[in-house]
């Protein structure tokens, strides 16, 4: 009960924060003037113009910072601060294309949003690379999906090893295209060797075709140009119980992989299975389920509170 109220609370006060700053527009720009000393009409206006701006900038610094940086990453106010922009500058593609990255609860709405930024500017790669995924792996919309992955790298030479990915992950997905997939991960990683979610991405491309020996090769790489990807440690562990019979070395890659991340109830999982049908140690399997439970209802109920601010948030918006 008391942390439903503490969350009605939050509500309330980005509600008040959004309501607020709907004002902050006028009331910068007015407070810009004072400080330049503005006599003539037409200084009014460039000056009213210029603060404008740096009042929408500072609400897109403030929407980025609330999404990317772990010390204030709170999703509903980078949401609010990026409908603030959308208020105030219909028009603004990366605004838009920023709001429909935060849409993490309606795909439809997402979907709308990367459509309207890539309607106000056809030569932003972003939106075309975004939709291309929802497309392909929410609505199924293959030839959509590759066709909006394909000008997104149009756009965007200098992307190339990212979207060469993206479409290897469409093909391999959406539609089991492995040569396809095989072929766009091989160009990816020639554009960018150093690059370690490509080589776990093939390596889970040879392991789904049956090739243990090339798929440890590529977790090895992965593995060694960024020694925290758990997941990349994980199905390492996998190849190593599975293919090789080396239960040493799985245990050794599983135990690490939850040191990394003693927050990921799926990895406790993982490691419990193992003890469980590989070792038969049921002890120490029930001690890993034990955690991963307690860890997943921490996180369902954290994800069910966000979910009930967003809500809110989006039929406050949609009324005033």
């Known amino acids: 009960m008391e942390a439903t109220e503490e969350k009605t609370k939050d509500t309330m006060t980005l509600h008040y924060e959004y309501i607020k ?6 009331e910068g720009a007015e407070e810009y003037m004072k ?15 210029k603060a404008k701006e740096e009042t929408i900038l500072n609400w897109l610094n403030k929407s980025w910072i609330h999404e990317k940086v772990e010390k204030y990453r709170e999703i509903e106010k980078a949401i609010m601060y990026a409908d603030m922009v959308i208020a105030a500058k219909p028009k603004s593609a990366f605004a838009l294309f920023t709001r429909g990255r935060l849409e993490r609860i309606n795909p439809k709405r997402e979907y709308m949003y990367y459509t309207r930024a890539i309607k106000e500017n056809k030569k932003m790669f ?7 995924v929802l497309n392909a792996h929410t609505f199924k919309l293959i030839k959509e999906a590759i066709e909006d992955i394909n000008k997104a790298m149009e756009l965007s030479p200098l992307k190339q090893a990212d979207l060469l990915n993206d479409r290897a992950l469409i093909h391999v997905n959406a539609r089991a295209d492995y040569k396809a997939a095989l072929k766009d991960f091989n160009e990816a990683i020639k554009v960018q060797p150093g690059n370690p979610t490509t080589h776990y991405n093939r390596g889970n491309l040879y392991r789904e075709m049956q090739e243990p020996e090339k798929a ?25 119980a599975d293919e090789y019979q080396n239960g040493e070395k799985a245990l050794e890659d599983y135990t690490k992989a939850i040191k990394l991340a003693p927050e990921d109830d799926w990895l406790y999982l993982v490691r ?10 049921y002890q120490a399997a029930l ?6 439970k ?19 948030l989006l039929e406050q918006s949609e009324l005033g």
């Open 294 to 312: 307690s860890l997943k209802q921490k996180k369902e109920t954290q994800r069910y509170y966000k979910q009930c601010v967003q809500q809110i």
């Open 216 to 240: 440890l090769r590529d977790y090895n790489r992965a593995i060694e140009l960024d020694p925290t990807n758990v997941i990349a440690l994980s199905n390492r562990g996998h190849i190593y």
């Open 272 to 281: 419990g299975s193992y003890y469980e049908h590989a070792k038969g140690d």
């Open 287 to 292: 001690r890993d389920y034990t955690i991963a």
């Open 21 to 26: 700053y709907k004002q902050a527009i006028k």
């Open 35 to 49: 400080k330049k000393k503005v006599e003539t009409p037409e200084d009014k206006k460039e000056y009213f113009k």
């Open 126 to 132: 972003m939106p075309y690379n975004n939709r291309a």
